[in-house]
């Protein structure tokens, strides 16, 4: 068999591997039942169906009826960029809490984009903040800093 996608063909190989790690790790937490679940139990089966889906992905990518492509090469730059922003936010969120992370998080990564404004890179980063606050600080009371120290009190 001839791969035809490339794309598909990475996609199915990388969604086989996070599957099968997320299986494996599972295993060391206690499984349960599907009535009384363990923390490993959703995990563990989680990460199978992920494989059998990169599974079905591969498969489909040496499909002689499947579209003729090929990956396209990294660029170093922006998956740096990418990267880069997540660990700030990471780095960031405890002593700058998550409303400034956040749009620290979003106008870095936006630098990434050929196509930047800060216009949008702004706009994006106040709904990804509401969103943010509304859905982990109020809607699921996640016990986390929104703002800094210093302001907050």
Excluded: C
């Amino acid at each position: 068999m001839r791969i035809r996608s490339q794309k598909d063909f990475a996609s199915g190989l990388m969604f086989i591997l996070v599957g099968f790690g997320f299986s494996w790790v599972a295993r060391g937490y206690s499984m349960g039942t599907a009535a009384k679940m363990g923390p490993g139990y959703f995990p563990f089966w989680l990460g199978v169906v992920l494989a059998l889906l990169g599974v079905l992905v591969l498969i489909g990518s040496m499909s002689s009826k499947g579209e003729e492509d090929k990956m396209a090469h990294w660029d170093i730059k922006i998956l740096l960029w990418i990267l880069g922003s997540v660990v700030l936010f990471g780095l960031l969120l405890k002593p700058l809490g998550m409303v400034l992370s956040v749009i620290v998080l979003v106008l870095v990564s936006s630098m990434a984009s050929h196509e930047f404004s800060w216009k949008g890179a702004i706009l994006n980063a106040i709904i990804l903040v509401l969103i943010s606050v509304g859905a982990f600080v109020y809607g699921i009371n996640l016990q986390m800093p929104v703002w800094p120290a210093f302001i907050s009190g």
